[in-house]
Structures are given as structure tokens and as C-alpha cells.
């Protein structure tokens, strides 16, 4: 089995489409057809099932995709390794983030790290945490830096570089804003009225979830959304109370003062243990460290 072949058979299971896998490895969907019927002739079955426009993996295929994901991921390794020999800064650094951090963290380290390594191949992708913790799993990430999850992965190293402390926030006509001129609110008073959220199987949506059900209280949601800045214009224009991040409140909204300890949320960087880092990535952690430290 030659590595085009399996990159090409990881490819078609990742996006279920023979389309997007060609524009995943830029190129023709004959070619890719191709790898993957080479591919099946050389281990004697079939690895999909084509049912109309519909791929799924048969059985051979299921049992095959997580040893290619190792044997690509041990060839990309070795690379690496090399590469590293020569100490130069350069190739293709394959990087996630959330949106949120991406507009609101890295922007000025992001430029800095540009400027001192301009040989670097950024490949930036704004992706939620959830899915960046997956990434970094299956080798198609080299690291992440998202909301940190709230339990450890035995197979991450994950560093905390920040923490935003979540707002309880409305808009400035909101019902909650007169309340809350009359003293401290209380999370029964909040539940009186619906909220924006973000997803609940998302890191922050479990966070605040946790804090409503601790005292036996379910959070009356109204629309949910995994983006921060779409949160903050509907709870902006009156749609819901939401939490958001302190540095998101300004003067279209109102900071409710609300009788509960602090809600934070832990950001920062990820990596997969048994993977070896390029030169690329180990600068990268550099600035991150750095940029915490100061």
C-alpha cells in the first residue's frame, strides 16, 4: 500500500464524498477514484459502498481507516523528524482555532510570528473546539489553540494560556436591565426569561449548563449558536440574556450583576503526545508561552 493511495482512502472517509476528497488533495476526482480502486485491488476487497450519490465504509473499510490514520501519521512524523535535523523554520504548520480567539487572541501573535518566520506555510483553520480536539486526535491538525476541554485527554498535552471570565449580559431595554437596578439578581430571576447560548455539547455550553443544574435550575434557551459574535447581536437587539466573554461587553449591552461565583472558561494551546512537532510548531508554542508569561 503506497501513502497517496491511503491518503486518498482517508480522505473519502473523512468527507464521504469522492468530490470533496479531490478538493481536499487537490486533485481530479478520476485520480482519486483511481487511489482508492488501486487501493482496494491491492487488499482484495472493497473498502465503500456507493449506494447513488451516498459513500459508506463496508466493514474492510472501517477496520482499515484507523490503521491508515497510523501509518500516515508515523510517515508525517518521520518527515518531521528529519526535518527538524536541519533546525530551519519552514513548511506547512496545520493549525486550528476558534473564531473567537482567532478575532480576539491571535491577531497580534499571529503577525509577530509571520514576521520572525515568513518560510512558514500558515494553514489556518477557524473550526470549533470540539472539532479542533478531534483534529489534533487524528493527525489532521498539528495543533489547536480553542477553549480548553473540561476534562484531560490522556493522549494531549494541553497547556491553559488564558481565561475569560463569562458576563452575564442583556440588552440595554431588556426587562433583566430595571431588574437588576434594584439589587443583585439570582440565577431563579435569569430563568425567568429566555437565553441565547452557545451549543450544549459545546465546551461552553456545558460550562454554563453545569452552573443552572448545580442548583436544580434548566436554563430556558431559546436559540442556540456556536459563534460568540452572533450571540452577542441577538442578545444585543433583546432576543435572550446570554454569557459572554468580558471583553465582549460593551455599550450595547448591560452587565448584569447576578449572585454566583465567576464563570470562567480556560483557553490555550493542544498538541498530540505521541506526535513529533516541527520546527514550525515548536516556534509557535514559543510565541503562545511567551505571550502568556507576559
Known amino acids: 500500500m503506497d501513502t497517496q493511495s491511503l491518503q486518498a482512502f482517508k480522505a473519502v472517509a473523512d468527507t464521504q464524498s469522492f468530490s470533496r476528497a479531490a478538493e481536499q488533495l487537490h486533485l481530479t476526482q478520476p485520480a482519486v477514484s483511481k487511489r482508492i480502486a ?3 485491488s491491492q487488499v482484495g476487497t472493497r473498502l465503500f459502498d456507493r449506494i447513488g450519490r451516498r459513500i459508506a465504509l463496508t466493514e474492510a473499510g472501517s477496520v482499515l481507516l484507523p490503521q491508515a490514520r497510523r501509518i500516515l501519521m508515523t510517515v508525517e512524523d518521520s518527515r518531521r523528524a528529519l526535518a527538524n535535523l536541519s533546525g530551519h523554520v519552514g513548511g506547512r504548520l496545520t493549525l486550528a482555532t476558534s473564531h473567537h480567539i482567532g478575532l480576539h487572541r491571535l491577531p497580534p501573535l499571529l503577525k509577530q510570528y ?5 518560510e512558514v506555510e500558515l494553514d489556518l483553520h477557524f473550526l470549533d473546539s470540539e472539532q479542533a480536539y478531534q483534529g489534533v486526535l487524528d493527525g489532521t491538525l498539528e495543533m489547536a489553540v480553542v477553549t480548553l476541554a473540561p476534562h484531560p485527554h490522556e493522549q494531549l498535552h494541553v497547556v491553559e494560556l488564558w481565561r475569560d471570565r463569562l458576563c452575564f449580559a442583556c440588552a440595554i431595554d431588556h426587562p433583566l436591565t430595571h431588574q437588576a437596578s434594584q439589587g443583585k439578581l439570582s440565577l431563579t430571576d435569569l430563568c425567568e426569561y429566555n437565553c441565547v447560548m452557545p451549543g450544549a455539547k459545546t465546551f ?4 454554563i449548563a453545569q452552573r443552572f443544574s448545580a442548583v436544580g435550575l434548566q436554563l430556558p434557551v431559546s436559540m442556540t449558536t456556536n459563534y460568540l459574535e452572533t450571540l452577542k447581536m441577538m442578545c444585543s437587539v433583546g432576543l435572550g440574556w446570554s454569557l459572554l466573554p468580558e471583553k465582549m461587553i460593551d455599550s450595547e449591552l448591560t452587565e448584569l450583576d447576578v449572585d454566583t461565583t465567576p464563570i470562567y472558561r480556560p483557553l490555550g494551546y493542544l498538541v498530540h503526545t505521541n506526535r513529533t512537532l516541527s520546527n ?15
Open 38 to 40: 488501486t487501493l482496494e
Open 114 to 118: 509571520t514576521q520572525r518566520h515568513p
Open 204 to 207: 461552553t455550553g456545558s460550562l
Open 280 to 294: 514550525a510548531a515548536r516556534r509557535m508554542i514559543e510565541e503562545l508561552e511567551s505571550n502568556r508569561r507576559a
